[in-house]
């Protein structure tokens, strides 16, 4: 699972299908990605001390992970991601449609890296 908080993904399935939103939180057990104005739900609350009149709260779910595809940075394609080492040893991820980097997954590693 390649995706993180902070990308850009589109939704591909389910009612907010076409939606391009960024990520907000990732939970790797379940699979699931919590998007930005994805997944709207109203949740009703009864009256507490931090809603003395109750009501309903809209908020967002999680949605699986195969339900939204990452949005590439450069060729704003969405698109698969892969991991490879990059020259300088360090692992990364890259489009897969363009094959650019976007962004390092762990620092580099001089046995990885190219000669
Ligand atoms: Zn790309």
Same mark, same amino acid.
């Given at each position: 699972?390649?995706?993180?908080?902070?990308?850009?993904?589109?939704?591909?399935?389910?009612?907010?299908?076409g939606?391009?939103?960024?990520?907000?939180?990732?939970?790797?057990?379940?699979?699931?990605?919590? &998007?930005?104005?994805? @997944?709207?739900?109203?949740?009703?609350?009864?009256?507490?001390? $931090?809603?003395?009149q *109750?009501? /309903?709260? #809209?908020?967002?779910?999680? &949605?699986?992970?195969? @339900?939204?595809?990452?949005?590439?940075?450069?060729?704003?394609? $969405?698109?698969?991601? *892969?991991? /490879?080492? #990059?020259?300088?040893?360090?692992?990364?991820r890259?489009?897969?449609?363009?094959?650019?980097?976007?962004?390092?997954?762990?620092?580099?590693?001089?046995?990885?890296?190219?000669?």
């Amino acid at each position: 699972m390649l995706i993180r908080a902070g990308d850009t993904v589109e939704v591909v399935t389910g009612a907010d299908r076409g939606t391009r939103s960024r990520v907000i939180q990732i939970d790797r057990v379940a699979g699931k990605a919590l &998007v930005e104005n994805v @997944n709207r739900v109203y949740k009703h609350v009864r009256r507490s001390q $931090k809603h003395p009149q *109750g009501g /309903r709260l #809209s908020k967002e779910m999680p &949605v699986q992970l195969s @339900n939204v595809m990452f949005v590439c940075t450069s060729c704003g394609a $969405k698109s698969r991601l *892969g991991a /490879r080492f #990059s020259d300088k040893g360090a692992k990364e991820r890259f489009c897969k449609k363009c094959s650019a980097a976007v962004g390092e997954i762990s620092p580099p590693h001089t046995g990885h890296a190219k000669k």
